[in-house]
Structure formats: structure tokens, C-alpha cells
């Protein structure tokens, strides 16, 4: 172990979209402040999540458009899909990200940043074990965990016997799986499915519940059920996986329970996307008196601070939605709070958030259910794609556009947009709902022709028939 204990005004555990933005900032206003990072500089978006998925997504679309070229009246003749070259694409442009971090990170005055794994051996002092082998101790008044989440193992049995992949090593693969069983409907299971099936595997996504994306209203649950299965994908809902286990050939047989019945289906290649966990059991909070939730989440209040004064922690560790624009608010948050001493929360803010299936489902605020269970008075407000004048233009009609809209107000309260561009669709929504306007500003608004924001007007006319 070094002899010497190095002291910090702050120490930020993870390099994370939360984390990175905090050190520099709070670097730039002269704080002497150590970010530790046992991985990778960027986190998991940059270098297990956004970054690389959406990479080998857009390769897919390009796939999924090609195979579509007559219906433009386009010849494009065979093609074929190189699964290496699209990985190595996938893999520069990860590096740059990350290299580009690295470098502001080392060149920042400062800041130091130690390659290691850290756990608190009191409240404020942490030994990082270094990838080098040493030790070292610091300390620092003001600490922040921003250590994430990692893919969940579910427990089912006869997994332990057979290989399955989560949603990083998936994405290393050489050759293409032949038949892809992804067990989980949610955001995850449903890019990486559309995906390789796009790619040329055949795919079957296993679901629990009765739809897909759980917490989704079922209208726009059961069109993206239509979208998949249009694609040739295999969706098999209200199935439990009660045993797996490895069969001739090197596959994998998943036994499930349904309706009372139960059947095997058998892949080559078996995909685990049954949400994440939190990157804590390592940090020994304990020491530090941090209390943590049932399932390892680490309790802060509205302001991100947890159990132990002066020990805060942002992004997906804390629980809560876990998206790389939540993060990077509760940076905001901190910096604010510590740097200029304002009193910042993260009560009432907006979550916005995307799926990146093709066509794109883009969600604020609430889902009709959700306003129905908390009694709200409201109307909804529909359009399908095949009535959007761009989409058909464009051969993109698939989807459809929700907004739920107070009966009292007029103002938006919520809005699900599936069809192409509806993350950014969703987006032109957020900033009216931002600035409080009511549907009518939208309904009213001129809107350059032809655009999908053009197709505001008519979304919100539909209220006035």
C-alpha cells in the first residue's frame, strides 16, 4: 500500500454521464477533485449502452432499408450483412467517445483520475484497489457515487450450464446468430431483437407479462406487438421460462410455462435482457453508514444526498429512471448545489425517454393509465402515421400519435409518439409542456411543409371534433 493518504475537495466514484461533466466542472472552479473509474472512462452509455447500440442500429436500419429498396422503386440487388465490419464501426466510434473523455479527464488542471475499484473505509475515505495491483487511500469532504447498474442474471434454472449473453456481449459476437432467443420485453430485448433479425437471424422474444414494454398503455403496446411480429419476429407474451438448459449442436433449449401448457424453444444463441442491477455489493457503504433500498439501490433524498452527510450519488445507481438524460440532470443538480450553493431538486422534473425500435417510441409524461389511477380529468388526442402526409411520402406509415390533454387546463400532461423521428416528435411536445402553453398553441401553430412537426396541427385538431 502507498504510504501516503492523498486528500481532495471532492471524489466522484464512476465516470458516467453524470460523473464525467461533474469532475470537469467542479475541476474548472478549482476544486482539487479524483474521479476513480474501475472500467472505462464514459460508463456504461458510452461504452455498453447509447454509444454502441444505437451504432449497430442505425448498421440495421441501413440492412432493413436496402431489403426495401423496390418499394421506392430502387434495384439494389443482393446484399448481404458483414456482422465483423459492423462491429469494428461500432467499436471506432465507441473509442472516440471515450478516448475524447480520457483526454478532457488528463488534461483537465486539477484533477486526477485513478483506474481502480473503490470502497469506503469510512465516510470519507475510500481504498481504491488499482488495476496495477497497489492500493491507495483517499479522502475527501464531499463524495458522489455514480457507479451504475450492470445486466441482471435472472434465476432460472439450468441457466448456469449453458452460455447466455447480456446486452454487451452480444454486441462482440463474430458471426451472426442463426436463431436469437431474447428473454425480455422491455427496451433492451426489443432493440437488440428487431436488430438482429434486421441483421438476417431469426428471433423469438420472450415475454412474462401480457405485453410488451410493461408499463406502456396497451394501444401502443399492441402496435409495437404488430411492428415486430410484421418483421418476421417471433413474440411470445404471458411465458414464463422455467428451465434452460444446452442441447445437440451447441444450442439452447428454454422450457415455458404458459396457459397451463408448457413447450421448448430452442436457439443457437440466448440473450438475458431482464433488466439491471446496481453496481454496489463492492463499495462496502456500510462503512460509510450509506443505506441502500431491498434491491441495492442507494436511498437519497430530493436533493441526491444519501444517509451519510456530505455523500451524495447521481445516475442509475440511486434508482429511478434509468436513462443517460436523468444522469446528466443530476449533475446539473449537484453542480448547482455544490459550486453556488442553491438548493436544487429533482422533484417534478420532466422524463423523457426513447425506444429505439424502428419506428422510434418517444414518451412524456404521463401514459393514459397512469392518469386514469390518479383520477385526473382528461381527454386524448390520436393520429396514425398512414394519415401523416410526410410519413407517406416517406413510406412510413406504421405508428401513431397519443397525447392526453387536462380537461380543465388544456395543457399537454402526457404523449406517446411511435413512428419514424417520434423521439424528436416527442421532443417538439416536451418543450410546449415545458413552457406550460395549451394544445391549442400546437394545433394552431405554423409548422414549415412537409414535416412530421406539421402533423402537431392535426394530432390536436382531432380534440375539436
Not at 372 to 387: E, H, I, K, Y
Amino acid at each position: 500500500m502507498k504510504d501516503r493518504k492523498r486528500e481532495f475537495d471532492a471524489i466522484v466514484i464512476g465516470s458516467g454521464q453524470g460523473g464525467t461533466p461533474l469532475v470537469l466542472s467542479l475541476a474548472d472552479e478549482g476544486w482539487r477533485v479524483a474521479l476513480v473509474e474501475r472500467k472505462a472512462v464514459g460508463g456504461t452509455c458510452v461504452n455498453e449502452g447509447c454509444t454502441p447500440t444505437k451504432t449497430m442500429i442505425a448498421s440495421a436500419r441501413v440492412a432493413h432499408l436496402v431489403q426495401r429498396s423496390e418499394e421506392y422503386g430502387v434495384v439494389a440487388g443482393e446484399s448481404s450483412v458483414d456482422i465483423q465490419k459492423v462491429i469494428q464501426r461500432k467499436r471506432q466510434v465507441v473509442e472516440s467517445f471515450r478516448e475524447g473523455s480520457r483526454k478532457r479527464i488528463i488534461d483537465s488542471p486539477n484533477l486526477s483520475l485513478i483506474e481502480g475499484s473503490a470502497s469506503f473505509v469510512g465516510d470519507r475515505e475510500l481504498e481504491v484497489r488499482l488495476k496495477e495491483g497497489e492500493t491507495e487511500l483517499i479522502e475527501a469532504r464531499t463524495i458522489v457515487i455514480n457507479t451504475g447498474t450492470s445486466p441482471a442474471t435472472p434465476k432460472i434454472p439450468g441457466l448456469e450450464r449453458v452460455e447466455a449473453h447480456d446486452s454487451t456481449s452480444i454486441m462482440e459476437l463474430d458471426e451472426l446468430p442463426e436463431h436469437l432467443i431474447v428473454l425480455g420485453g422491455g427496451y433492451v430485448g426489443l432493440e437488440f431483437g428487431q436488430m438482429f433479425r434486421r441483421f438476417g437471424s431469426r428471433v423469438t422474444i420472450i415475454q412474462r407479462d401480457k405485453q410488451l414494454l410493461s408499463l406502456e398503455d396497451e394501444d401502443i403496446a399492441t402496435l409495437v406487438l404488430e411492428i415486430l411480429r410484421g418483421e418476421g419476429i417471433d413474440v411470445l407474451l404471458e411465458s414464463e421460462p422455467i428451465e434452460i438448459d444446452s442441447c445437440e449442436n451447441n444450442r439452447n433449449s428454454v422450457r415455458l410455462r404458459f396457459s397451463d401448457k408448457e413447450k421448448p424453444v430452442v436457439g443457437s444463441h440466448l440473450l438475458l435482457a431482464t433488466g439491471r442491477v446496481p453496481n454496489t455489493p463492492d463499495l462496502n457503504l456500510e462503512r460509510a453508514g450509506v443505506k441502500v433500498d431491498g434491491r441495492g439501490f442507494i436511498e437519497v433524498n430530493s436533493k441526491l444526498e444519501t444517509t451519510t452527510k456530505n455523500v451524495y450519488a447521481i445516475g442509475d445507481v440511486k434508482g429511478g429512471p434509468a436513462f443517460t438524460h436523468i444522469s446528466y440532470d443530476d449533475f446539473r443538480v449537484m453542480k448547482e448545489n455544490l459550486v453556488n450553493g442553491r438548493g436544487l431538486t429533482i422533484q417534478e422534473r420532466f422524463v423523457p425517454y426513447v425506444v429505439f425500435i424502428d419506428p422510434q417510441l418517444g414518451r412524456i409524461g404521463l401514459t393514459e393509465k397512469q392518469a386514469v389511477s390518479q383520477g385526473r380529468q382528461f381527454r386524448v388526442a390520436t393520429l396514425p402515421f398512414d394519415r401523416v402526409a410526410r410519413a407517406i411520402e416517406t413510406n412510413e406509415t406504421r405508428g401513431m400519435m397519443k397525447a392526453l390533454v387536462d380537461s380543465k387546463t388544456d395543457r399537454i400532461i402526457g404523449a406517446a409518439i411511435l413512428g419514424v423521428e417520434g423521439g424528436e416528435i416527442m421532443s417538439a411536445i416536451q418543450i410546449a409542456m415545458m413552457g406550460n402553453l395549451p394544445y391549442t398553441s400546437l394545433r394552431d401553430g405554423i409548422f414549415a411543409h412537409p414535416t412530421f412537426a406539421e402533423s402537431l396541427n392535426n394530432v390536436f385538431m382531432g380534440l375539436d371534433t
